[in-house]
């Protein structure tokens, strides 16, 4: 496997990277393993001083790091630059609550007092996609790095540099050797490194396909293991949505990231008396978008991040429209080098329609017309995803009892998508299952240990006694 960036704007090859060797990862096991030992005395506050300084770092680094992720996955620099911003805020978080979170929590029982304490459990493999180079890796870092778990990543393939940039950002801030070792490892390595008995948590985030098997080997090795997988998610116009409101946000939760993000609205599901305006105004949107140099402020249609994507979803379209979708509007070659691909609408699409079903991650628009509010809850529950959505109703406890009916792991009501360190990320079905940031994310990957004591055994009350 060659770890490589390709530039996908201009096709250039920019660099290649050798994969790790078997030295490499027993280093990094090693380190992690010691460093694990070693913060399980030191105070939490050393960390937290770290983490602020990794976020100050990210914000006076900001165009370098974020030129580095534009090379190697295309995206927007304003996209890039707010990405930078939001991991700063996600380590200022971590940085700042982390300790509190980690207090033990008291627990009021007959056995005498009791508490549950936070520990740090080991060494933490990240396995993530290269959709948000640092974000994701951030995610599964910052609370980490506050619990006391080092970490090793395994990025993906396509964006290496994006990998050593916060790796060197890591380590220019001073945290200890072992904090976060960057592997460019191949999928056999990652096998050994999850098999290995320093290793005692799995981070995944990615497709369908990568989850099974890096969680199959997880499970074979009673490693636990959080999956952040792929989403096909609903965003439900009720009859009596403001339309207006609707367009401000439309057409970003589909084309942001040039579709690439696993909370974009894949399936549009809008009431039948709003359909046709949304239909007319969505394309028009769609229709709008300057695609050009990801580094020029003026484009707003980034190239996908690579031929393969592009190749895949090409392929997903036409095998939609001959299964009977109505391609409403796009899907012709945009004449740039790049790897673009022209924003797309499909309507008509039955279940029977492998589109029905598939994720498709890139710029392409699903839009189903509904008859009732049963039947949007039905057609969004319809998927074997659940990761998030996105309700607009005129009523926004309306809008909230709708949402609650929705399997997913996240809702928004009246909005787009926020992602921030407080909110749980995550879903449910095969859109994965643990989560990632908030508290439940700090707690992922930690050891709830239960301490009861007395002053002395009370041998008169034996209920639940196990002696
Ligand atoms: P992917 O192919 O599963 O890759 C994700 C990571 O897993 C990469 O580092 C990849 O390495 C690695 N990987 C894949 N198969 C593996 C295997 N058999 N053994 C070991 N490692 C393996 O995912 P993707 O297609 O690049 O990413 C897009 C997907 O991620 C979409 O489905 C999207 O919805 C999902 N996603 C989910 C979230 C979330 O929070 N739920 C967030 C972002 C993206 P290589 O690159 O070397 O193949």
């Known amino acids: 496997m060659a770890y490589q960036t390709v530039n996908p704007y201009t096709n250039e090859i920019v660099k290649t990277y050798p994969d790790a060797t078997p030295e490499e990862i027993e280093t990094a096991l090693t380190k992690g393993a010691k460093l694990y030992q070693q913060w399980r005395s030191t105070n939490i506050q050393s960390r937290a001083d770290t983490l602020h300084h990794i976020a100050d770092l990210m914000r006076k680094h900001e165009d370098s790091l974020a030129k580095t ?36 929590t008291p627990i009021k029982s007959g056995a005498g007092d009791a508490w549950v304490e936070k520990h740090a459990t080991g060494v933490v493999l990240m396995v993530e996609p290269w959709n948000f180079p640092y974000y994701q890796i ?55 490194v999850i098999a290995d008995s320093r290793i005692q948590g799995v981070a995944l985030t990615g497709s369908e396909r990568g989850g099974k098997a890096v969680a199959a080997a997880a499970g074979e090795n009673l490693k636990k293991s959080t999956m952040e997988l792929g989403g096909m998610d609903s965003f439900i116009v009720l009859p009596d949505a403001d339309l207006d409101q609707v367009m ?36 028009e949107q769609f229709a709008s ?3 050009g140099d990801p580094l020029d402020a003026a484009t707003t249609l980034a190239p996908m991040s690579s031929a393969k994507a592009k190749n895949k979803l090409q392929q997903q379209v036409k095998e939609a429209i001959e299964k009977g979708a109505t391609l409403y509007q796009g899907n012709t070659p945009i004449n740039l080098p790049g790897q673009f691909f022209e924003p797309t609408i499909l309507t008509d699409i039955k279940p029977e329609n492998p589109a029905y079903s598939e994720e498709m991650f890139g710029p392409v628009a699903q839009v189903y017309k509904v008859e009732s509010e049963q039947d949007a809850i039905a057609l969004a529950n319809d998927s074997q995803f659940g990761l998030g959505g996105i309700v607009f109703a005129g009523d926004k406890q309306h809008g909230a009892q709708v949402a609650g009916q929705v399997e997913t792991g996240m809702e928004f009501v009246n909005t787009f998508m926020y992602t921030l360190p407080e909110l749980p990320f995550g879903g449910v079905k095969k859109s994965g299952y643990g989560r990632e940031m908030s508290t439940l994310g700090l707690e992922a990957f930690v050891n709830e240990e239960l301490i009861v004591a007395k002053d002395a055994p009370e041998l008169d009350n034996l209920a639940g006694a196990l002696f």
Request: proline residues 5%; aromatic residues 8%.
């Open 69 to 104: 992720m534009v090379i190697d996955m295309g995206k927007l620099l304003k996209e890039a630059k707010g990405e930078v911003e939001l991991c700063a805020i996600i380590a200022d978080y971590f940085a700042d609550h982390g300790a509190d979170m980690l207090k033990p």
């Open 138 to 192: 951030m995610r599964v870092f910052a609370p980490n790095f506050m619990v006391g778990n080092p970490m090793i990543l395994k990025h993906a393939a396509n964006t290496p540099g994006s990998a050593v940039a916060f790796e060197q950002l890591v380590k220019e801030a001073g945290a200890p050797d072992g904090s976060l070792t960057n592997l460019f490892l191949s999928y056999d390595q990652v096998g050994t």
């Open 248 to 283: 401000k946000v439309a057409r970003q939760v589909r084309l942001y990231n040039a579709g690439q993000v696993c909370t974009s609205s894949k399936r549009f599901i809008v009431a039948a008396n709003l359909y046709d305006e949304f239909l007319k105004r969505l394309g």
């Open 289 to 291: 978008v300057k695609p």
